[in-house]
């Protein structure tokens, strides 16, 4: 009588345990859901950037005109014209004051 016994390796039936398969799924699970989350925020901020950009861009067009009303009204003639109609002119002789 002879016992044949064939010799198995337990290792080759369980190659990946369930619990790794559970652990790589519920990580492309949560992996998924951050890029959707991540591609809808980056939408929403984009809109805000592009309403803000709009926004400065009007401002300085404003500042721009300020800045050319101010010079303007900064000037020498500009200045001269309104003292005339109040009334100021010209020294003609300049008295000092010791």
């Known amino acids: 009588m002879t016992i044949i016994k064939k010799f198995e390796p337990d290792n080759q039936k369980a190659k ?3 619990k790794y398969i559970a652990v790589t799924l519920l990580s492309l699970f949560i992996l998924t859901v951050t890029e959707i989350w991540a591609s809808n925020t980056l939408v929403t901020y984009g809109d805000k950037f592009e309403n803000l950009s709009y926004l400065s861009k009007g401002l300085e067009m404003e500042n721009r005109i300020l800045e050319n009303d101010i010079a303007k009204h900064a000037s020498l003639d500009s200045i001269a ?3 005339a109609s109040l009334g100021f002119y010209p020294s003609e002789s300049i008295q000092y004051i010791r």
């Open 16 to 18: 990946f345990p369930k």
């Open 81 to 83: 014209s309104k003292s």
